[in-house]
């Protein structure tokens, strides 16, 4: 048997054991671990007398990506962004901010969904974890919405499909983690994010409006806030700027030279908000609740982390990355046509997996393919495909995947952020939550669309940056 053989047997048993409902991160290290053991065995032609020593190389091999791999210093961001989030959270500031956009936009047709949209899309830009950011606003917005007579279903759709912007706009753990696969520079990728992800955040808007307009029952406007009561409401909000400030500044100082590496600006940030929490009056329960809360999504992303580089290990053996992206580039269909159709796969393999997983699993083999759709990793502008250069299609190639992890953070039947708000809001339901969702499905594929047909909303930043 063939090395590539191997890699499809192994590859479709992995996905037969996630549709089956085995955990991402165990499912892809046990298929990478017994891959190993064909991929080794067979160079001796399948001896018995040579199993042990397959078995042997095979766990030497795989044992030593968890510390090798996940040892990353650039992974270190992770656990920093998501504790920013989670002390924002128990100071209290993701209330001020909530309650600022409320203040200042609630008065349009569906304005407390629309408030609830652009204060997701604030705390989202010091929170890397969608999942965190979806059960924070699913604890202050729901009950608001509901109160002032918004139908149930929609608002935990407003609440659910806004927490996905958090992927997207700086610090993003999703898009530190494509950076490290694909060996791009963070902080070119973070800065990518911030102009897509403030555009998913208007075009949600506009949408909430358009429905609040046609259906008035929808989503009931909030009037009565007086000039002086919107003024005084921006302070209490303005820590969340100052952290956005610090962070943004330590990405890429428009100014100068950045103040420091990416890894530092979490560090940072997160200094600070615990400063904040601390003037505010945080309690030893709610800071222990922080960092447990962030120590266990930290670990639940390093397990699929490590558990899926033992599969990409294997695929490394079993060369499938290069025979996909032979394949890919042989075809005779125009390159933006495959592109949009390697979009459309994720999107339905995003209804069987998280969207790290899902992101961690399909890059080693679709990444190579992109980039030879393109013309080559160092190829310039002028040469290549989709009239960018090498690096700049590796960043627009990356926003569109993690808007795809985006949108897969909603859908049917595995939608994590659609779990989370339902679990944190008893009186509904995860069937109550994907009937909300579905008119953001439509946001989302226009946002998409535009993000392909228009690569410079995505790259205008990184330009910058040089």
Partial sequence: MEPIEIGLWVTAGMLAMVVLGMRVAFAAGLAGLVGLILIFWSKRGFDSEHLGWALTVAIKTAGQVPHSKVSSQALSLIPTFILIGYLAYYAGLTRALFEAAKRWIAWVPGGLAVSTVFATAGFAAVSGASVATAAVFARIAIPEMIQIGYDKRFAAGVVAAAGTLASMIPPSAILVIYAII???????????????????????????????????????????????????????????????????????????????????????????????????????????????????????????????????????????????????????????????????????????????????????VVYPAVMALNGGEYVTA?????????????????????????????????????????????????????????????????????????????????????
Avoid: H
Wanted: some cysteine; proline content about 7%; overall charge negative.
């Fill in 182 to 364: 694909v060996e791009q520079d963070v902080g070119k990728l973070l800065l990518a994010g911030f102009i897509p992800g403030a555009f998913s955040a208007v075009i949600y808007a506009i949408l909430i409006v358009g429905i609040a307009v046609v259906f008035k029952s929808v989503g009931p406007p909030v009037r009565g806030f007086t000039w002086r009561e919107r003024l005084v409401s921006l302070p209490p909000a303005l820590p969340i700027v100052f952290v956005i400030v610090i962070i943004i500044f330590f990405v890429y100082n428009p100014f100068g030279d950045a103040w420091g590496t990416p890894t530092e600006g979490g560090a940072l940030g997160a200094f600070v908000v615990f400063l904040m929490a601390l003037y505010r009056g945080m309690r030893w329960s709610e800071l222990k609740s922080a960092l447990l809360e962030t120590a266990k999504l930290a670990v639940m992303i390093f397990t699929i982390i490590w558990g899926v580089l033992i599969y990409v290990r294997f695929l490394g053996f079993a060369d499938l990355p290069g025979a996909f992206s032979d394949w890919i580039t042989s075809l005779t269909l125009p390159p933006m046509l495959i592109l949009v159709c390697i979009l459309l796969a994720y999107a339905v393999l995003g209804m069987f997996m998280d969207a790290i997983g899902m992101l961690l699993l399909t890059l080693p």
């Fill in 382 to 466: 002028a040469e290549s495909t989709f009239g960018m250069s090498g690096t700049m299609c590796a960043i627009w190639f990356g926003i569109l995947v993690v808007k795809m992890a985006e949108f897969c953070l909603i859908t049917p039947p595995i939608g994590l952020n659609c779990f989370v708000v339902a679990g944190v809001q008893p009186d509904l339901s995860v069937q109550d939550v994907f009937r909300g969702v579905m008119p953001f499905f439509i946001a989302d594929g226009v946002t998409i669309a535009l993000l392909v047909a228009f690569p410079g909303i995505v790259l205008y930043l990184p330009s910058l940056a040089g």
